[in-house]
């Protein structure tokens, strides 16, 4: 069972950054493709950025210009650099790792994101 821990979320005036990590607790080499997800309230849960083992890299079109997804040396550890934010971007934000093969898909607990006008 993979785990995966995010941290970093809390209350910011719009304007402001937050940025989060994510750790998972698996062999590099079972990782494809790692990735930030959002759920805002009574909304479905949507992409917002998501980082490949060879590093493409694909941004939500509300992330791109403000949000950088990254990796650590380590690569499995993952950020999200959240810059300008906006009341609209309030959320649980979640990790998920997708591996080789369709079964292996985890996903973190989720860490919320408030962004206050």
């Known amino acids: 069972q993979v785990q995966l821990v995010e941290s970093g979320g809390g209350l910011v005036q719009a304007g402001g950054s937050l940025r989060l990590s994510c750790v998972a607790s698996t062999s590099i080499y079972s990782i494809n493709t790692m990735g930030w997800y959002r759920q805002a309230p009574g909304k479905q849960r949507e992409l917002v950025a998501t980082?490949?083992?060879?590093?493409?890299?694909n941004y939500a079109d509300s992330a791109k210009g403000r949000f950088t997804i990254s990796r650590g040396n380590a690569k499995i550890t993952m950020y999200l650099q959240m810059n300008s934010l906006k009341p609209e971007d309030t959320a649980v934000y979640y990790c998920?790792?997708?591996?080789?093969?369709?079964?292996?898909?985890?996903w973190g607990q989720g860490t919320q994101v408030t962004v206050s006008s």
């Open positions: 980082i490949t083992s060879g590093g493409r890299i």
């Open positions: 998920r790792v997708t591996g080789w093969d369709s079964q292996y898909d985890y």
